[in-house]
Structures are given as structure tokens and as C-alpha cells.
Nanobody, 120 residues
Framework: QVQLVESGGGLVQAGGSLRLSCAIS????????MGWYRQAPGKQRELVAR???????TYDDSVKGRFTISTDNTKKTVYLQMNNLKPEDTAVYYC??????????????WGQGTQVTVSS
């Protein structure tokens, strides 16, 4: 019912920048929150940044001051601007959305993931 399609990952040198995008579509009545998570090899998936419908934002301490999450509700797209990237930011990044569907169900949906690799 809800589809998330990510783009924007890639290979970048340390200190560089990337912008991730996640387009949300489907039978959506409202979007409660959207966020970005990441999972590095051998580690658990962790929250990177989250934004609510009220534009309240939350960041992991490791990315504060470097990453910025934003949305364009008209286009149902969430972005993650990543600056001053570090090798430890290397991971698969996943988009997440908490939405109310047109059938009134509250669901959490995930994108397919996009690889971000930062070389030293």
C-alpha cells in the first residue's frame, strides 16, 4: 500500500557531501513521521535522523551538525543532506515512514536501502 524509493547514495571521499532522497507513494491519508536509518556491516540498524509532521527533528549524536533532514510534503519526499562525511558513516541507509493509510491503518514502511561509502 505504501512504497518508498530511495536514491542518492554512492562513493565519496571523507569530507565530501551526499544528499539522499526518498519518495513516498501509495494509499496515504497522512504522514506522521519520516526518518533515515543506517546499518553498517556486522552492526544493528540505527536511527540517523527523524522528522515528524510537525517538523520536529531528532538526530543521532554522531551526525549532529553534519546531517540535515528535511521534507517536501507536497512531493512526499524526505531528504538527508550529509556534509563532512566520515568513513564511519559508511553503511546502507534506509528510509522509513510512519503513515496513516486511506484504510485508516497506521503502518511503518521501509525503502530498499541505498549504499553510502566514504573513503579515507
Amino acid at each position: 500500500q505504501v512504497q518508498l524509493v530511495e536514491s542518492g547514495g554512492g562513493l565519496v571521499q571523507a569530507g565530501g557531501s551526499l544528499r539522499l532522497s526518498c519518495a513516498i507513494s501509495g494509499s496515504i491519508l497522512s504522514i506522521n513521521a519520516m526518518g533515515w536509518y543506517r546499518q553498517a556491516p556486522g552492526k544493528q540498524r540505527e536511527l540517523v535522523a527523524r522528522i515528524t509532521s510537525g517538523t520536529s527533528t531528532t538526530y543521532d549524536d554522531s551526525v549532529k551538525g553534519r546531517f540535515t533532514i528535511s521534507t517536501d510534503n507536497t512531493k512526499k519526499t524526505v531528504y538527508l543532506q550529509m556534509n563532512n562525511l566520515k568513513p564511519e558513516d559508511t553503511a546502507v541507509y534506509y528510509c522509513n515512514a510512519e503513515v496513516r493509510t486511506t484504510s485508516r491503518a497506521l503502518v511503518a514502511s521501509w525503502g530498499q536501502g541505498t549504499q553510502v561509502t566514504v573513503s579515507s
